[in-house]
């Protein structure tokens, strides 16, 4: 079976094939092929994954190209994680909003619609390469921001791509290890938008083991959602939300200090980032031991300045190991080999939330088999939760207009009926900032 992953040059790339090379079942991926347009990269990657494959018999044949249309033929899965702009074109993302006063990570408020007008029409020219090219693949969708490229591919390609994420697995791992149960086991009531989702219930043989949480202080407080929101707002909500969602509930206090940060998010992996890639030009370096260290610094300070502000303290270790690549290889053996799972996805809504038309693309519990992902019936959202989604929504709406047309104006309507973009004229400012510092936004007329 071969794989293609677009991105191929990308950092987290052995992730993906660390994964592989412990599936040894009839079936298996054989065959994976590496597309990027950065030669440098792509032998970066190359060396890194070499040296996994070292001790494995049998592992999955590695080729890289930067011929698109070359890397799709023939695919079976497609796993696409590209970064259009690289981590320069991040932190210009978050260079430009911080200075109009607001939130610009790369997939929540004026960062996220910049990373989406750009990234979009690459994307869907992607699906329709693999509408023509491959038209039985499976497109796996990793790209940022994960829930809008999706739609914007499902559009050519239907239910046949799947966006994932690791935010929600990761959730959930969290809250039935501290409830003491095995996540393997649970059930977890997880419905929203990629990065703007909620945890309304953890099913343990049929009894939701959520209220106990929420009832308890030591239990509620002593992991990363709880120090990060704080005991108090979470029995407000009685659900416990994804970590993006503190962008929305402490914005301002996120703004103050990623504008006091001594480097963005984006700056700082771009400049970490850079010195691996460096490193892997010289022959004699230690590509898997450089890719681990960096990879460790790298999970440790994610959202470093939202626990900062939180008063959350350092990550724990457990949450130091990343997770979508599980999901990835979940994905494609449920598909491949019909192994029937759950697993929580970004996928087309087909009447699942009756706020949004069939077509939205939310991030709920799916059931996965040889036909694709379906998503499972759930209970309406509390009206609080369902504002945000549908105003979410409405602004990834008008981000696939503007990437359509071309407009100027209907991207400016985007930024502007953001919920955390507080000023329409604000949101002038910022389609002239990103204009100015990103090229891939010239098509706006």
């Given at each position: 079976m071969k794989l293609t992953i677009?991105?191929?040059?990308?950092?987290?790339?052995?992730?993906?094939?660390?994964?592989?090379?412990?599936?040894?079942?009839?079936?298996?991926v054989t065959e994976v092929v590496l597309h990027d347009l950065d030669d440098s990269r792509l032998y970066a990657v190359a060396r890194v994954l070499d040296e996994q494959a070292s001790a494995v018999p049998d592992a999955p044949r590695v080729t890289a190209t930067t011929d698109l249309d070359e890397a799709l033929r023939g695919a079976d899965f497609i796993f696409s994680a590209i970064r259009v702009g690289g981590l320069e074109g991040r932190a210009n993302d978050e260079r430009v909003a911080l200075a109009e006063g607001v939130l610009g990570q790369e997939t929540v408020g004026a960062?996220?619609?910049?990373?989406?007008?750009?990234?979009?029409p690459v994307a869907v020219d992607i699906a329709r390469r693999v509408a023509r090219l491959a038209p039985d693949a499976w497109v796996i969708n990793f790209t940022n921001p994960a829930g809008l490229v999706t739609e914007a591919m499902s559009r050519h390609l239907g239910d046949r791509v799947i966006g994932i994420c690791d935010s929600p697995v990761g959730l959930g791992r969290r809250i039935a290890r501290v409830?003491?149960?095995?996540?393997?086991?649970?059930?977890?009531d997880y419905v929203?938008?990629?990065?703007?989702?909620?945890?309304?219930?953890?099913?343990?043989?049929?009894?939701?083991?959520?209220?106990?949480?929420?009832?308890?202080?030591?239990?509620?407080?002593?992991?990363?959602?709880?120090?990060?929101?704080?005991v108090d707002w979470l029995r407000s909500l009685g659900a416990i939300p994804n970590e993006y969602l503190h962008y929305y509930y402490f914005n301002r206090e996120a703004v103050r200090s990623y504008q006091q940060a001594e480097k963005t998010r984006g700056a700082f992996l771009a400049d970490q980032q850079a010195r691996f890639y460096e490193e892997m030009k010289r022959p004699d370096a230690a590509a898997l031991t450089a890719w681990d260290r960096t990879r460790a610094e790298r999970e440790a300070t994610y959202m470093a300045e939202n626990r900062e502000t939180a008063g959350a303290g350092e990550r724990d270790a457990d949450d130091l190991s990343g997770g979508y690549e599980k999901v990835a290889l979940a994905l494609m053996r449920a598909i491949a080999r019909d192994e029937r799972t759950t697993l929580i996805l970004n996928v087309r809504n087909q009447g699942t939330l009756a706020v949004l038309d069939a077509d939205a693309v939310i991030e709920v519990p799916c059931l996965v088999d040889a036909n694709g992902a379906h998503p499972v019936a759930v209970a309406p959202l509390p009206d609080h939760a369902t504002g945000l989604v549908c105003a979410v929504k409405g602004v990834e709406r008008e981000v696939l207009a503007a990437?359509?047309?071309?407009?100027?104006?209907?991207?400016?309507?985007?930024?502007?009926?953001?919920?955390?973009?507080?000023?329409?004229?604000?949101?002038?400012?910022?389609?002239?900032?990103?204009?100015?510092?990103?090229?891939?936004l010239a098509y706006l007329r």
């Open positions: 677009l991105g191929g040059g990308g950092f987290r790339v052995p992730l993906v094939y660390g994964a592989l090379l412990t599936d040894r079942a009839e079936g298996r960062g996220g619609i910049a990373y989406g007008l750009r990234t979009v409830l003491g149960a095995d996540p393997k086991q649970a059930w977890i929203g938008l990629n990065h703007l989702g909620w945890v309304r219930g953890l099913r343990v043989a049929g009894r939701d083991e959520l209220p106990r949480l929420l009832a308890d202080d030591d239990l509620l407080g002593s992991f990363e959602e709880g120090k990060l929101f704080g990437a359509e047309s071309g407009s100027r104006t209907t991207a400016v309507k985007a930024f502007a009926l953001h919920p955390l973009v507080d000023s329409v004229n604000v949101a002038r400012k910022l389609v002239a900032g990103y204009t100015d510092v990103h090229p891939g």
